[in-house]
């Protein structure tokens, strides 16, 4: 078996799953600049295809939006896949090291906070979904 072609239905997949989601998927620098410069709240989901992506983050980027109060903006750019776009999307993560999987909160622009990859691979998904439920009380409008 091809290992590029097994690998490259993971990457399908996991594109997949976070669009059907409703993230809109930012694969170049100029997309990224557009989508992280709105006005409102944005949530910004690195993904990866590693098992805690899969296990933890995906699901959670999909379950944790089904609240009344949530990001005016969905993004996600896949680390390891478009590198440029996320190279881009992490010099607006001031402060962050590189992380993934990950979750941005921005605002207007700026950075807000960040779910890191440490704090995802050592949490279930509903422990995922309650931090960002959280953080959208804290810093989004209710529906």
Do not use: W
Request: with cysteine.
């Amino acid at each position: 078996m091809d290992f590029n072609i097994y690998m490259q239905d993971f990457v399908e997949q996991a594109r997949n799953e976070i669009a059907e989601a409703g993230y809109q998927q930012l694969t170049t620098p100029e997309e990224v600049d557009q989508a992280l410069t709105r006005e409102g709240t944005t949530l910004v989901m690195v993904n990866s295809i590693c098992g805690c992506a899969g296990g933890v983050a995906r699901p959670a980027a999909a379950n944790a939006i089904h609240y009344d109060r949530r990001p005016d903006h969905l993004v996600t750019v896949f680390a390891g896949q478009d590198r440029e776009a996320t190279e881009r999307a992490r010099e607006y993560f001031v402060g962050y090291p590189p992380s993934s999987p990950s979750f941005a909160l921005m605002k207007d622009g700026k950075i807000v906070t960040m779910v890191e990859r440490h704090e995802v691979e050592s949490s279930t998904p509903v422990e995922v979904v309650q931090q960002l439920q959280g953080l959208f009380d804290e810093h989004c409008e209710e529906l």
